[in-house]
């Protein structure tokens, strides 16, 4: 199923594409679907041929999506899950049953882009493109149901040409101003436009103001989380979290995850409300529990190594960093200090990010300059962290700041990635090659 694109030259058609995800937002173009819609009426409309949850929200998105994923496959369905960034591979964008497109399929899904490209002349975007081609893949092996992760915001963002029959919200918070802002209220009422009049919307927005735009979307029902679906518990435990979640239609007492992190117990009420409104129905306890001890979410308070103890973790905006502070101090309150490795990418406040993530167990900082055409300068990193009042070593890469990391722990203390998906993703390969070779 190759087609004639082998899967390097896919990759490099692929980029030759505008790819915002890599380069300044200064370049994004007018908000328009319209080549999606095309492209997708060439394509024989692949995405009406299942029924689809689309998930939006500041951060957890990804982690609600893999929740929703494992509830659905728990049931016995045929699930495609469509979610991004990626941390190593592009292929883990593109999922069924939580494993990843095949090097064969990706290829021949962009020969066939590659093609209509040629035919029609409408020239998509990099993220459209993989948005296009996860939509027809899904059509081709023929899913049950599949859950959509919006790429950026909501109303323009290439996946939504969709309509969801369940449309969550994980929250609204700070972040993209320069695109979807400046205010909150703008970035709510981009997150909005994925609720369709016949979508069913779940919503994880605790603030009044925001909620109310969210509401005022037709929708066929609303389910908001601390009102009609409730966290009644959410407690750390050996290896995970243990949670208790109440819908109008049943009480799920005691679910085990194994994810670090108060806030996914947010994102699992938020996936249990979605599945409920999927099925229209109160779902089975034990599949539930079932579900949940199997769910992954990679680079997200991912433990990677525990010699030292080094946990990555994608937060990208104050929010993302102020939970991964609570996270670090409740989940993993035995550790003594903290030596966090930073990287940032342009648009961010970086003095705003260090003051979310600021507390007395920070021992150290080592920041870098990632990988990313789209990275802040160095100098700007250690302003911000200046400006909080956090003393930080630069080093020239985020391999060179991790090792200076792992050279400065003693025993009872750890490391901690974060700052972008890029800084995640390169320590992360750091980390598992030096864990393969026995280094670890």
Known sequence: MGGDLSFGDALRWLDGHINLERNSHAEFPLPSLAKMHEVLRMMGEPHRSYPVIHVTGTNGKGSTSRMIT??????????????????????????FG?????????????????????QSGNILSWFELITAASFSHFDAIGVDV????????????????IVGDVAVVTNVALDHADVLGPELSDIAREKSGIIKHDSAAVLGVDQEDLLEIFLARPSRSVTVLGKDLQLRSNVQAIGGRVVSVRSSRATYDQIFMPLHGAHQGHNAALAIGAAEEFFGRALDQDVVRA??????????????????????????????????????????????????????LSGRDPMQMFLAIKNDKIASVSISETRSFRAMPVQEILNGAEAAGIPCQRFETVTDALDAAIQLCREGEAVLICGSIYTVAEAREQLLTKKNLGAS
């Open 146 to 161: 599949a859950v959509i992760e919006v790429g950026m915001g909501g109303v323009w963002d290439a996946t939504n040409v």
């Open 98 to 118: 939580l494993e990843q497109i095949s090097d064969d399929d990706f290829s021949s899904e962009l020969q066939r882009l590659k093609l209509i490209e040629e």
């Open 291 to 344: 579900a949940f001890e199997r769910v992954t979410s990679p680079g997200r308070m991912e433990i990677v190594s525990r010699s030292p103890l080094a946990i990555l973790d994608a937060a990208h905006n104050p929010a993302g960093m102020a939970a991964a502070k609570a996270s670090i101090l409740s989940d993993f309150s035995s550790i003594a200090r903290w030596h966090l490795v930073v990287s940032m």
């Open 70 to 95: 494992a509830l659905l496959m728990a049931h016995g369905l045929r699930v495609g899950t469509y979610v991004s960034p990626h941390l190593m591979r592009i292929n883990e964008r593109i999922l």
